[in-house]
């Protein structure tokens, strides 16, 4: 099929995967928490809400950055599903999330600011593994674009599983699970109110949650590139890897942001370079 | 079609209470009464919420913060006022710094008697805070 079908498909299915994916997170949480929780639609509502309330502007540049936020954020996955090369997807990405950067940094408020400085670490925690993993997988299959390593014959998650231990690991970073939640959190009561989306109000917020959820479907698109059988085994392999994130995300707390950048150099240090290492010490 | 009574975001604050009422609001998010399951989250930014729930009353101290926290809520808004104190300034009502319930400082639309208010009323107090929340949309719709 056309990659041009593929990369419109991502852009308006995302977000309706994303949320759905947000709503089932909701329930899944509650229910670890022996309560009921919300319906299902409920990430979805919210939304709409964002959208009826009227929004505060701290300061004009916020909007248009955000909305730039949200179309690269869907570029990204439209890039990747699209045919166009690995590596230069993961620098749209980064790109991406160094304009929620920008647009939380232009509030002037300590709170949004001090959100803005730790997203900037973890950014510099999973830009690194992103970059390697996009080059073990090229290195790996012989393709550098979505469809040539799903068509390839070499199953990746089985030549690197180093490197999928460490996409779970950086994956919570992303997914902005706790204990890497240091930016931003969906759980209220943290030390900084509400870290990066502090002072955005009304539809601001909801370019903020829209974008997440294509962030969302972008990393399941990775988890596909990892277990490159089929569509339908890397999905079901994200749904997986999605449920032990619910499952850590209640189970652990906040940890300082020195140890997020250690434990995910660390891992992407240890467990990529050492599985691209092993590699080339077998001669693949 | 408005989405505000599906996903009302409330906002706690805790005037010059006893922090009986303050508890009983906690105890509207445990599993006993789990007011998520409406959509409701307390979620501690006065820019993201749609209720302000004030418990206490007011004093010299905090009603700069009370106006302020209003202000800073993006329309509609609308404010319950929960316990004797919020309500009529409760047994600290003649205390020398306490100005009085929170309606001195800010203009409340649902007041939600008891001391401590139970969390089943506190609920029903949100539930008409919603629907004063849904008649402000259409005004300003």
């Known amino acids: ?284 | 079609m408005s989405f505000f009574s599906r996903s009302p975001w409330i906002l706690h604050y805790d005037g010059s209470s006893c922090n009986g009422c303050d508890i009983e609001v906690l105890a509207c998010l445990t599993p006993l009464y789990d007011v998520e399951r409406f959509g409701v989250i307390n979620t501690g930014n006065p820019k993201h919420a749609d209720i302000l729930l004030v418990t206490g009353s007011v004093n010299e101290r905090n009603i700069e913060i009370v106006r302020n926290l209003y202000r800073q809520m993006p329309d509609p808004k609308v404010v319950v006022a929960v316990g004797a104190c919020a309500c009529s300034g409760g047994i600290f009502a003649r205390a020398y710094n306490v100005q009085g319930d929170i309606d001195k400082v800010i203009p409340v639309d649902v007041y939600v008697p008891g001391c401590a208010a139970r969390p089943e009323s506190i609920i029903d107090g949100v539930v008409q805070g919603i629907a004063a929340l849904e008649a402000k949309q259409r005004m300003t719709a």
């Open chain 1, 1 to 284: 099929m056309n990659p041009a079908i593929y990369a419109l498909g991502f852009v308006v299915f995302a977000p309706v995967l994303g949320g759905l994916l947000a709503g089932v997170d909701r329930i899944v949480s509650a229910r670890m928490q022996g309560r009921v929780g919300p319906p299902l639609l409920q990430p979805f509502y919210d939304v709409g809400k964002l959208l009826q309330k009227r929004t505060r502007q701290i300061n004009p540049i916020a909007e248009p950055l955000l909305i730039a936020h949200l179309g690269y954020m869907a570029a990204t996955g439209a890039l990747l599903l699209g045919g166009t090369d690995l590596i230069f997807t993961v620098f749209v990405f980064a790109l991406a999330a160094l304009l929620l950067v920008l647009a939380a940094g232009s509030a002037n408020s300590p709170f949004s600011f001090a959100g803005a400085e730790r997203e900037l670490v973890v950014l510099l925690a999973s830009e690194p593994f992103f970059i390697l993993m996009m080059v073990a997988i090229c290195k790996v299959t012989g393709a550098s674009t979505f469809e040539g390593v799903l068509a390839s014959s070499q199953l990746v998650a089985v030549q690197l599983p180093g490197v999928l231990l460490a996409f779970l690991l950086v994956a919570t970073i992303k997914l902005r699970k706790s204990p890497f939640d240091i930016s931003i959190s969906h759980h209220p009561h943290q030390e900084l109110v509400s870290g990066l989306t502090s002072d955005m109000s009304g539809r601001l917020l909801a370019y903020v949650e829209l974008a997440h959820w294509y962030e969302s479907a972008l990393l399941c698109a990775f988890m596909v590139l990892l277990f490159n059988w089929s569509v339908p085994v890397g999905v079901l392999a994200f749904a997986v890897a999605y449920a032990l994130e619910v499952l850590v995300d209640n189970a652990t707390s906040r940890i300082k942001w020195q140890l997020v950048l250690r434990s995910t150099w660390a891992a992407t240090l240890l467990l990529c370079g050492g599985n691209l290492l092993a590699l080339f010490v077998m001669g693949r």
